[in-house]
Every structure is written in C-alpha cells, then in structure tokens.
T-cell receptor
Framework: NAGVTQTPKFQVLKTGQSMTLQCAQD?????MYWYRQDPGMGLRLIYY???????DKGEVPNGYNVSRLNKREFSLRLESAAPSQTSVYFC????????????????FGPGTRLLVL | KNEVEQSPQNLTAQEGEFITINCSYS?????LHWLQQHPGGGIVSLFM???GKKKHGRLIATINIQEKHSSLHITASHPRDSAVYIC???????????FGQGTRLTINP
C-alpha cells in the first residue's frame, strides 16, 4: 500500500493564482483531513471529510475549498492564492466511522510545500 | 492560552540519555496522539492512547486523563530519534485533533 499520497510536493504561485492540491489514500479509510503547518503555529485543521460525500470546516477554512471526489480522494483548492497561504499542507486519513466512538489513528501524507509570492 | 502546551519546546541531549517530553491540554478529550515529524517533513503517528501507558520499542507514552497531562519517554536515545514530537489531543466529534506546537529533539552522538 502507498498509504496517503499528495501531489505536488512543491509549488510556487503568484498572488491571485489558483491551484488544487491532490490527496489520495489506498487504505479504504472513511475520514480524510487537510491541515496546514506554519512555524510557531503547529498543525491546524483546514477542512475534513468524515465520510464520502460530506465535508466540514475546520479551524482555518477561509480561502480554501475542498472536494471529496470519492472515498479515495480529497482535494484542496485555493481559488485566489495569497501570501498568507504560504505553508506546508498535510493530508491525512483515518478509518473512523462517524457514527461510532471508535478511536482511530490518523495517517499523514508527505506534505506539499506551497510558496505564494 | 493555547489549548495544548508542550514542554520543552527544544531539547538537546546526548546519545543514550532518557528523554521526557510533556504535554498538557485544557480541552476534554477522548484520546491523545503522539506524532513524530522528521526533518524531511514526514509525519508518523507513534501512539494513540486514552488511558494508562503504551510502549513500543524504546518509546513509552503515558496519559493521566484527570490531570489532563501526557508524557512521551524515549529510553536509550539515539541520533535517529532527532525529530519534532507533536502532542495532539482529540476532542469533540469527527476525530478532530488539536495540535501542540511540537518539541524539537536533537540527540547528539
């Protein structure tokens, strides 16, 4: 299994450009997450998808949109990139089933480094 | 005040030393994760625990739910243990995690 994969690994954008970060997992997990990591801020949840067909806002959703295309894939879109969105973006997944209280480990992708000029 | 506080923020030790990283949190939680982030950026989940203690090789994690405190211990530390260790309590539904800022550990040979 490849686990959680993310593309691209690196990206440089100009202010106002748009792009989509791709994430896929091959573990048949129900839940997927997008985080950003900034120095001194730790990891912060942008959006999550508890199951196929559902998405919810996390802590810092402004400026982003997401799509849970199918059970495997969860994409993050920046419609009009801003320098404040320069960060490292991590996708994660877990087996969690929202209707239960079963506790599950999250598996992280390798990250995407984004620089917005 | 941050919901999750880790200490120390930076720790440098010599190979072989016993390492302790602490995590205090203010949110009510159902479980707590310890994550390891290597210099290359990859994040690995080390432990998920909701009570007591877990051990995996040279790593030991403990949690006291009443005191809202968890510790990560590394015995016989090695330079390859050098990484950022992140505490992430989970509160609320949908498996959402709250992350500490991390402890940067450097083990010198």
């Amino acid at each position: 299994n490849a686990g959680v994969t993310q593309t691209p690994k690196f990206q440089v954008l100009k202010t106002g450009q748009s792009m989509t970060l791709q994430c896929a997992q091959d573990m048949n997990h129900n839940s997927m997450y997008w985080y950003r990591q900034d120095p001194g801020m730790g990891l912060r949840l942008i959006y999550y998808s508890a199951s196929e067909g559902t998405t919810d806002k996390g802590e810092v959703p402004n400026g982003y949109n997401v799509s849970r295309l199918n059970k495997r894939e969860f994409s993050l879109r920046l419609e009009s990139a801003a320098p404040s969105q320069t960060s490292v973006y991590f996708c994660a997944s877990s087996e969690a089933v929202p209707s239960t209280t079963r506790r599950e480990t999250q598996y992280f992708g390798p990250g995407t480094r984004l620089l917005v000029l | 005040k941050n919901e999750v506080e880790q200490s120390p923020q930076n720790l440098t030790a010599q190979e072989g030393e016993f390492i302790t990283i602490n995590c205090s949190y203010s949110v009510g939680i159902s479980a707590l994760h310890w994550l390891q982030q290597h210099p290359g950026g990859g994040i690995v989940s080390l432990f998920m625990l909701s009570s007591g203690k877990k051990k995996h090789g040279r790593l030991i994690a403990t949690i006291n739910i009443q005191e809202k405190h968890s510790s990560l211990h590394i015995t016989a530390s090695h330079p390859r243990d050098s990484a950022v260790y992140i505490c992430a309590p989970r509160g609320g539904g949908a498996q959402k995690l709250v992350f500490g800022q991390g402890t940067r550990l450097t083990i010198n040979p």
